[in-house]
């Protein structure tokens, strides 16, 4: 026998053992009926490559019919509970922080940040999500981000061209608009270059979370680094700032520094890292959406129409 044969056997060999003791395992723990899939890997690769595809619903549906409406499955490096049951949803959102922790698979995790918000607990959360919540009352929404959304949207409309694509022209005017909120900058080449970067990290997220193994997350890694340099000669120069004339920026950045908990860099850069994850795929998704259905809907959009104009008047 070969030593190439050989080393193909016992390869064969170990990953056989692996999946017998992770079944044996996972069977201990009374976890939901399912597959595991292939050691590390799990089912990832089936569940990337039906979210690429026109059609995404069959890796559900396979496994729903097969397994019921609670399954496990393994996807991103973690052990996963799906579940379509209603009831059970409600349940878990109901009581998280209590029988439950919110957290993310480790591809998702390692960029956000140790310190991300999505990834704090307690206390700090509690303290992080007060702050982030008081840029939404209705001042700031009416003489700021009202403001600025009209504006960023015609300067993005003012650079269409006859052909675009709406989805992604919706990622950039959302981008724009949370990098303003959050540092008071206005749309340049420095922006542009950091919208590159994170649109690789947000790549990064729903992939293996194994660097040797997947080259898009070696570049979500590397993206993540530049992404968390730039936010942090922002954040050294408004410290400078703040300490020397004592003004103070209305923005998110400027709140950080100035809420007397003494944050390091490192806790500010996450959590604006955090904030841009936070609202990027949702709102543009939201935004896109709205345009399809309104286009697709002519006596909504002659409503919204008059209803918008009802309300300048009143203002």
């Not at 340099?229 to 922002?234: D, H, I, P």
């Not at 850069?269 to 904030?275: C, E, H, I, T």
Request: aromatic fraction near 10%; proline fraction near 4%; charge should be positive.
């Amino acid at each position: 026998m070969s030593s190439f044969t050989s080393l193909l056997f016992s390869c064969a060999a170990i990953a056989a053992f692996l999946i017998l003791l992770r079944r044996w395992r996972y069977r201990r723990l009374r976890l939901p009926p399912g597959s595991l899939g292939l050691p590390f890997i799990g089912e990832t690769l089936q569940l990337i490559s039906a979210y690429k595809s026109d059609n995404p619903e069959p890796f559900m549906d396979r496994r729903l019919n097969r397994y019921g409406l609670v399954f496990t499955t393994h996807v991103f490096g973690e052990p996963t509970v799906f579940s379509a049951e209603p009831e059970m949803n409600r349940f878990v959102l109901a009581n998280e922080g209590k029988l439950f922790e919110c957290s993310y698979p480790g591809s998702i995790s390692n960029l956000l940040g140790k310190h991300s918000l999505l990834l704090m607990k307690g206390n700090l959360h509690k303290k992080m999500h007060s702050l982030t919540m008081s840029f939404a009352n209705s001042w700031i929404i009416k003489d700021h981000l009202l403001v600025d959304v009209d504006r960023l949207i015609r300067l993005n409309l003012d650079s269409w061209s006859d052909r675009v694509l709406l989805m992604e022209e919706a990622k950039k005017i959302t981008f724009e608009l949370t990098v303003k909120q959050l540092m008071s900058f206005d749309p340049d080449e420095w922006t542009e270059n950091l919208r590159k970067e994170y649109v690789l990290v947000i790549e990064g997220f729903f992939t293996l979370p194994f660097p040797l193994f997947s080259p898009t997350y070696r570049r979500a890694i590397k993206a993540r680094t530049k992404v968390a340099e730039a936010l942090t000669l922002v954040v050294r120069e408004r410290r400078k700032g703040s300490e020397s004339d004592g003004n103070r920026k209305k923005d998110m950045l400027g709140a950080l520094l100035a809420s007397g908990e003494q944050f390091s860099d490192e806790e500010i850069v996450d959590f604006m890292l955090a904030l841009l994850v936070a609202g990027y795929e949702t709102t543009s998704t939201i935004m896109t959406l709205a345009v399809k259905f309104l286009t697709e809907t002519p006596l909504a959009l002659a409503q919204l129409k008059v209803c918008n104009i009802f309300t300048c008047y009143r203002r």
